[in-house]
């Protein structure tokens, strides 16, 4: 089973519009927990899930912006640092997402990414 306890930054898409974002995930067995902090104004979000061999799934639910949950489902690559998948809401909203683990320069990161073009969503078909 894979390990994602740490942090990530990544990346979603809702009607193309992309949307970074830095998570930091708590592993306890195939049990997840951890928050999600987006470069938006939706703010900081809560998360809950499970991990079962290379396959994620878990709720967010933002702390004071929705009180809708969104369902993220994922595959995590084999050298357990990239994660790829599908997000959605109440099935009527959903989009790709993207995430990959990161250093220890966290700051320095973000803005090497944001100074980065984004790349388009891409499809999982």
Known sequence: ????????LGTYWQE???T???ATFVQSGNTLSGS?????????ARLSGTVTGRNVSFTKRYL??????????????????YI??????????SGPWEAHRSGD???AELKTLKSEPVPEAVSLG
């Not at 089973?1 to 990530?8: K, P």
């Not at 999600?36 to 900081?44: A, F, K, N, P, R």
């Not at 004071?64 to 640092?81: A, C, D, F, R, W």
């Not at 790829?84 to 909203?93: A, L, V």
């Open 1 to 8: 089973m894979a390990d994602l306890s740490g942090t990530w």
């Open 20 to 22: 970074r974002f830095e």
């Open 105 to 107: 320069n966290l700051v």
């Open 84 to 93: 790829q998948g599908q997000w959605d809401i109440d099935t009527r909203f």
């Open 36 to 44: 999600i902090l987006d470069d938006s104004d939706l703010g900081e």
């Open 64 to 81: 004071m912006t929705s009180s809708k949950s969104i369902s993220y489902v994922g595959t995590i690559s084999e050298e357990e640092n």
């Open 16 to 18: 193309g519009v992309p």
